[in-house]
């Protein structure tokens, strides 16, 4: 949207982790319970292939039996924390380490403890996510920035509609927005841009980000006049200073020569 108003203000920009503008609030949220789903079947792999997970015989279905057992009545007592891992904990806690592949094993030791009856370190897992930022601004921007309903029934019933395509973060991840429905201030929802005018904008996007899904970041290069696709081979939220050198080479060339990778560019 910067550049779109101000191409001349633009010397460089590079997007690492993307959601597109267009669609609704309850659209996107359901492409990234989609990208969530993703990022659980690339973990679901990486278990299958003999990394040492303790739930390597059947991690999809333990994280399936760690929701519903969060699920009952009390959740699932977590000694060695603040609180039980209800499901709001499990569910975070779940999520929290599929941003980044260095928490994947804590993810694996989280889920074992979990089935043995103990939480806690699902809880720590879903306070690592409630401490990354201040979700009120969260949750302000995006309540303005996207069209809602606002009737609070029609995000449980989409949620409801959206668990079939993506059964484990589907329910949670729409019904999480629910606050948008009675937000005290006027939306004002963000058009498509194309900013015209400005130099080449890079787009990063990866395969295996969970939180703004790889299709997000094709569409936003596509639509820019100057977009340019970076693709990243890989999984967690974005990659940019993450140690890639592929992609942090050519970032920097970027940033300081001026010069833009080729679109299409893979790392």
């Known amino acids: 949207v910067y550049a779109d108003l101000f191409p001349k203000r633009v010397r460089s920009m590079i997007l690492d982790g993307v959601l597109e503008l267009g669609p609704t609030g309850l659209e996107l949220a359901a492409e990234q319970a989609a ?34 057992l969060s699920e009952q009545p009390g959740g699932i007592p977590a000694p060695g924390a603040s609180r039980d891992a209800g499901p709001g904990e499990a569910n975070l806690g779940i999520s929290m380490a599929l941003y980044s592949q260095s928490l994947w094993n804590a993810l694996d030791r989280a889920l074992a403890d979990a089935l043995a009856g103990d939480g806690s370190r699902l809880v720590d ?18 309540c303005l920035d996207f069209e809602w309903p606002e009737d609070p029934e029609e995000f449980f019933a989409f949620a409801d509609e959206t668990a079939l395509e993506s059964p484990h973060f589907g329910e949670a991840l729409v019904n999480d927005y629910v606050r948008c429905a009675t937000w005290p201030v006027e939306r004002e929802p963000l058009e498509p841009v194309a900013a015209p005018g400005t130099p080449p904008i890079v787009v990063i996007s990866t395969t295996g980000d969970p939180a703004t899904p790889y299709e997000a970041g094709v569409v936003v290069a596509d639509r820019l006049e100057s977009g340019v696709l970076v693709t990243n081979e890989g999984d967690g939220h974005t990659v ?28």
């Open 35 to 68: 990208g969530f789903e993703t990022a659980l079947d690339r973990w679901v792999q990486y278990c299958r292939a003999g990394e040492g997970c303790q739930t390597a015989e059947d991690p999809l279905g333990a994280v399936g039996q760690v929701l519903a």
């Open 125 to 142: 897992l879903a306070d690592q996510y409630v401490g990354i930022g201040d979700f009120e601004i969260y949750f302000a921007v995006n």
């Open 240 to 267: 940019v200073a993450d140690g890639k050198r592929c992609i942090d080479e050519l970032v920097v060339r970027y940033l300081i020569e001026g010069v833009a990778p080729d679109d299409g560019t893979t790392c």
